[in-house]
Structure formats: structure tokens, C-alpha cells
């Protein structure tokens, strides 16, 4: 876990989480934390473990999409000397490790049925046995499990047990993603951003500019807290005047004129197709029409367009050539465009 990391946040929905992850930490019942990637699962058990009688004890972390499957039941559960090719010795599994504290299982839903069956059994009797032996050993395990996967219906797909669903689901804490947090990304950004100023040793933190701000307040944030934290800092330490607001976001690193070809293809592709999705979902705020209110297409339609090729203008770097690419556009028309809405400054 990224003990680094800090809850930061003062939306209603991320307070409203957190609230109840609180609540839930004080009974000794499993937890299942729900989120896409970046929302923070990892800390919401991390928080749920320190406020818990059982803070004094271990806090043992398992990604279960990490392991091939034939090793999963063994990390789990331990094994014995002799056990399978390879068991040279006898070893503890993490149920063992995490005896009287916590057991934190990410990707839950990556499990296989027979991991599954024996998790049910550890949940049910609090025992494990360990593979290749038949003496079971009690354990005294909380268990939170994480995923952002939709396990109800892996139920209905049978993919995932409907009596193990019923043991984890006590509680249920979902995360919301950073896109439904409103406020959350200005004070996210600035504390990720006055961290990593004081890392590369900046004397002050200059904070954002105009146009870096309203560049992270339209972002969509698919890779959430995590995605932001990474461009936020990127942007901390390409920027070369410490004494100037950061005014230089870059949201996509791998975008370069001399990436190659078949991959440029691609993702020329996918930028049009995100930009596209950007722009309905986030234009700014003065270009929203209200039908009732046009009496005038032509000016409508103008203003929206313009509002296009600002956002596009600023997602690409104000490349011309990256944003006329991004639009399925010719360069001579994107500078048309430029021009017309006297965009060129």
C-alpha cells in the first residue's frame, strides 16, 4: 500500500464513503470495498484495518489478479514440504500471516471457483488447511476484499459463488469516481502538486495557472486519483520556472510526433474518439445551448464550434497539426477555424 497517500477530499460523495468505511471498521465482520482503478480501495482498507480493534495486528495485503491461478490457493492457504514440483519447504499462507488482524484480497472477482470454495470454507469455520496436508489450522482473520468488478452479476454468470458473495457483502463501501467528486480535483491537484514541488526542491509552491486549471477540471479522470497524482507531478517537474504558475499540463505521455507509425494510427484514433467524448461531456460552461433560447442558428453553431477547437486546441498543446488530427480535420482547416474565431493568441 502507498502509505505516502493521505484521504484528501471534501466532496459529499467521498466524505459519504469514507464515513461509512469508518463505521464499519469497529465490528469484526468482512468488508467489501468497490471502486474503479485509482479511487483508493487500498486505502479505504488500510482505514478500515487502523480503526479496528484489531490495529495492533498484521495487515496483509493479497492482489489475487497478480498470481497465475495454480499458485493462488497455495499463496493463500500455504502448502507443506513435497507438496507440488517446487515446495522445497513447508510455508505459511496468508491467512497464517494475517492471524488475529487484517486480510486485504484485491481483484476478488479474479479469483478461481476452487480458490472460491476454500476462501468459503476459511470465512465459514475459520480454518484453512494448508495444500498437501489434512489438519486444518484456525485462524482468527478479518478479511476486506476489494474489486472493481460487478460481482452480482458474476453470479448470474456463474463465474463467482452466490454463498461466498452473501459471507463478504456485510458492508459494502463504494468509492466514487474522482469525475463524480465535485471540487476534489483542485484540492487533489494542489496537494499532489505542492508535494512534489517540495521534492524537486522548489523554494515555494506557485500553484496552477488559469489554463492548467480548467485543463484538470475538464479531464475526465478515467484512471482517477491515481491517473491525476501522475500528471499533476509530471507537470511539477517538467515545468522549468519555479516562480511561475505551472500553466503546461500533459495528460497523455506516450503522445509524441515520433511515436511509431502503427501505434500512432491507433491512438490517433483513440485520442479522436476521447476528445470527441471530452468535448460533449465537458465543454465549458458559456457554450452550453439552450434550444428555447436560439433565435440566432448560425451564431449557436458558431459559438459551439468555437468551444471545440479552444478544448481541442488546448488538449493537443496547441499543436495545430495534433489538433487537426484530433478532429479528423485538414491543417488547412483547423487554421481556418483558428482564424475565423480568432483563436491564433
Known amino acids: 500500500m502507498d502509505h505516502s497517500s493521505k484521504f484528501i477530499g471534501q466532496s ?6 469514507v464515513e461509512r468505511a469508518s463505521k464499519a471498521a469497529e465490528l469484526n465482520r468482512p468488508v467489501l470495498v468497490i471502486g474503479e482503478r485509482g479511487t483508493g480501495k487500498e486505502l479505504i482498507a488500510e482505514r478500515l484495518h487502523r480503526l479496528s480493534p ?31 514440483t517446487g515446495a522445497t ?28 470454495e476454500r476462501l468459503l470454507r476459511a470465512v465459514e ?23 472493481n468488478a460487478h460481482l452480482p452479476a458474476m453470479v448470474e454468470q456463474n463465474s463467482f459463488r452466490a454463498d461466498l458473495l452473501d459471507r463478504l457483502s456485510f458492508e459494502v463501501v463504494t468509492l466514487p469516481p474522482l469525475r463524480a467528486r465535485e471540487g476534489d480535483v483542485a484540492v487533489l491537484a494542489e496537494h499532489f502538486g505542492r508535494r512534489m514541488a517540495a521534492e524537486i526542491g522548489w523554494e515555494s509552491w506557485p ?23 501522475n500528471v499533476v507531478e509530471r507537470a511539477v517537474y517538467r515545468w522549468s520556472e519555479a516562480d511561475g504558475p505551472v500553466d503546461h499540463i500533459i495528460f497523455d505521455p506516450f503522445n509524441s510526433p515520433w511515436r511509431p507509425a502503427v501505434a500512432a494510427s491507433a491512438e490517433e484514433g483513440k485520442a479522436r474518439k476521447d476528445l470527441s467524448e471530452s468535448v460533449a ?21 458558431e459559438a459551439y464550434e468555437r468551444s471545440i ?37
Not at 484489531?54 to 507438496?83: D, K, S, V, Y
Not at 475459520?126 to 474489486?147: C, K, L, M
Not at 486546441?313 to 483558428?338: E, F, M, P, V, W
Open 281 to 301: 461531456d465537458h465543454a465549458p460552461a458559456s457554450s452550453s445551448l439552450d434550444f428555447e433560447q436560439i433565435t440566432d442558428l448560425k451564431a449557436a453553431t
Open 207 to 229: 500553484g496552477f495557472g488559469k489554463l492548467a486549471a480548467e485543463a484538470l477540471e475538464r479531464h475526465a479522470w478515467p484512471g482517477n486519483v491515481r491517473e491525476l497524482r
Open 125 to 147: 469455520y475459520g480454518e484453512v488447511t494448508r495444500i498437501g496436508s489434512s489438519r486444518p489450522v484456525r485462524v482468527d482473520v478479518r478479511i476486506v476484499a476489494a474489486t
Open 309 to 345: 477547437v479552444e478544448y481541442a486546441l488546448a488538449a493537443n498543446r496547441y499543436n495545430q497539426r495534433q489538433t487537426a488530427k484530433a478532429l479528423g480535420l485538414s491543417y488547412d482547416q483547423i487554421r481556418h477555424c483558428i482564424k475565423k474565431h480568432d483563436l491564433a493568441s
Open 54 to 84: 484489531r490495529w495492533g495486528g498484521p495487515l496483509i495485503t493479497m492482489n489475487c489478479a497478480a498470481l497465475p491461478e495454480t499458485l493462488i490457493e497455495a499463496e493463500l492457504f500455504g502448502h507443506e514440504q513435497g507438496a507440488f
Open 12 to 17: 459529499g460523495a467521498f466524505l459519504d464513503a
Open 89 to 116: 519447504r513447508a510455508r505459511e499462507g496468508r491467512f497464517e500471516e494475517a492471524d488475529g488482524g487484517t486480510l486485504f484480497l484485491d481483484e476478488l472477482g479474479t479469483l478461481s471457483m476452487g480458490a472460491q
